[in-house]
């Protein structure tokens, strides 16, 4: 069964410091991984889409990477606004259909 | 605007009673998603479309009904209500077999009392 894990928890960052997110995935064969930022009531909004090991997005202060079995999400002198549920899915390649499969997400707080 | 809308964003009803969460897209994505989140679950799956008149179960599909007679329209009723349905319930949609990303609605809070 697809398995995604994502740590730590909760994050507490002081503005400026910068750190990174884990997401760890056991899948038959990945399709793609995908993060999602979530804000306290409301939809999760999407971010990025990786597909193969060694890819890379960018977005702001934002990057995410990916490997075989694991992807992280690197903030860069993150602010305040980018407190944030971060959420991490994984979408398997035999999958008949466009099933995503969510972690629990880590809980970022950036303090001024 | 453009987008996928969610209605009510707010409901209150008793066990027993039937309720139905509509969900509306404007973008005419083929596949609709029906999730719950809840505390320590994450997001999951109830049912999806992969298209008007086409459904299936997804996860955790029990005491959900489901129906898609519009490619726009995608909505969630719960026949007689329980406490343990008491979640978010979040819509979902995706265009293409080629995109995979999901776009998401703003979510209804549902209680059960």
């Known amino acids: 069964e697809d398995q995604v894990t994502q740590s730590p928890e909760a994050l507490r960052l002081q503005e400026g410091e910068s750190s990174s997110l884990n997401c760890s995935y056991t899948?038959?064969?990945?399709?793609?991984l995908f993060w999602y930022r979530q804000d306290p009531g409301k939809g999760p909004e999407f971010l990025f889409t990786l597909y193969s090991a060694g890819e890379e997005k960018e977005k702001e202060r934002l990057k995410a990477t990916l490997t075989k079995k694991e992807s992280f999400l690197h903030i860069t002198a993150p602010k305040p606004e980018d407190s944030a549920t971060y959420l991490c899915a994984v979408q398997e390649r035999l999958a008949g259909f466009q099933k995503l499969v969510f972690g629990t997400g880590t809980r970022l707080l950036v303090s001024p | 605007d453009a987008g996928i809308t969610q209605s009510p964003r707010y409901k209150i009803t008793e066990t027993g009673r039937q309720v139905t969460l509509m969900c509306h897209q404007t973008?005419?994505?083929?596949?609709m998603f029906w999730y719950r989140q809840d505390l320590g679950h994450g997001l999951r799956l109830i049912y999806y479309?992969?298209?008007?008149?086409?459904?299936d179960k997804g996860e955790v599909p029990d005491g959900y009904v489901v129906s898609r007679s519009k490619t726009e329209n995608f909505p969630l009723t719960l026949e007689s209500a329980t406490r343990s349905q008491t979640s978010v319930y979040f819509c979902?949609?995706?265009?293409?077999?080629?995109?995979?990303?999901?776009?998401f609605g703003p979510g209804t809070r549902l209680t059960v009392t």
């Open positions: 979902a949609s995706s265009g293409q077999r080629g995109s995979y990303e999901q776009y």
């Open positions: 899948v038959s064969g990945l399709r793609g």
């Open positions: 479309s992969a298209a008007a008149d086409i459904t």
């Open positions: 973008w005419s994505h083929s596949y």
